[in-house]
Structure formats: C-alpha cells, structure tokens
C-alpha cells in the first residue's frame, strides 16, 4: 500500500535518469570560429549535402525533420567572459530558429560550455547564461520555449585540450544538441 507511490516516484525517477543520460551525449564540435560556417540563410533550405522532404523520410526523427532540414553547423563561440551572441553567429542562430519554427516538435538542448580560467561554479553560470542568451534569441524568433532546454557544462567538457588562447576560444561555446 504505501510502497505504491515510493514505486512512482522511482519510475519517474529513472526516467528522468533515462533523459538526462540521452542529451549529455555531447554534440558535435562542427561550425567555424569565425561563423562562416555551412549553415546558410535562414530559411533557404539549401544546407547541407541531401535533400529531406516533408514526405516518406524513412528512419527514426522524422516527425522532427517535416519540411526543413537540421542545419548542419551547431556551434557558436563566445568572447572571454561573455554571454553575447557575436554578430557573425546571429544567421547561425536565425537558421535554427526558423528550422525549429517551421517543425514544432522538434527539440533542442542548448549545451553551454566555458574555458577552464574561473572557478567551476562561475563556469557553470556562465555557461549557463551563454544557453540562455541563446534560447532566448530563439524565443524572440518565434521558437516556442517548449522546444528548447538549456543545460551547462561549464569547463568540465572541453572541445579542446590545453591552456592557450586558441584552446580556449574553441572551449567558449554553445552547442545545439537535437
């Protein structure tokens, strides 16, 4: 009798579990520093190599993939210290938000990452704030915040290994995770 919502709460639990495992998978490290990546104006629907349509896509995700196509860079780097969107990056950040404009159920994790200089608790505020400044540049493009987590990794998952200023550069990231 009372071991019924122990058992509740420990499925939920496990799930949560469950979740939280599948989207700390990292994502890729692709797109540019200086933000000429591939991704290509928002709403040309010309990124990347094949052609999806809205129609007979076989394979898992394709529900999420109903008329536009992932862009294919999913990186944006950040100034020291900074939680700013870099002008080079914002037609990145627009070619997602109309991707997850135009397919309402697909989701995003915004993966908020920092270089190694600062405390881990700063980082990870930073981090934080760096994800958040991006969903809500996504919010503002009409992206629901139903589609969009953010999450903070702070130092402790680098993209580059070292303590220079290229080493660094490549650490102070957001990564879109689908």
């Known amino acids: 009798m009372f071991l019924k919502p122990y058992a509740r709460s420990l499925v939920a639990a496990a799930s949560l579990a469950v979740l ?22 928002a709403g040309t629907g010309t990124a990347g190599t094949g052609q999806v349509s809205g ?11 109903a008329g ?4 294919q860079s999913r990186t944006i780097y950040f100034d020291y210290d900074s939680d700013s969107i870099r002008p080079e990056f914002e037609s ?21 990452h920092t ?17 958040g400044a991006v969903e809500r540049y996504l919010n503002l493009r009409g992206v ?20 220079n200023e ?3 550069a490549q650490n102070r990231r957001v990564v879109f995770a689908y």
């Open 55 to 65: 129609t007979g896509v076989n394979g898992s995700g394709a529900g999420q993939m």
């Open 166 to 168: 290229d080493s660094f």
């Open 68 to 71: 536009a196509q992932i862009p």
């Open 115 to 131: 270089d190694e200089r600062g405390t881990r608790e700063y980082n990870l505020a930073l981090g934080e704030r760096r994800a």
């Open 144 to 163: 629901s915040p139903s589609q969009v987590e953010v999450v903070s990794y702070g130092e402790e998952r680098p993209a580059a290994r070292g303590s």
């Open 20 to 41: 939280a495992g599948c989207s700390s998978t990292g994502g890729t490290q692709d797109g540019s520093m200086d933000g000429t990546g591939t991704a290509g104006g």
């Open 92 to 112: 990145l950040v627009n070619s997602h938000a109309a991707y997850l404009s135009n397919n309402p159920n697909a989701q995003v994790v915004l993966q908020g």
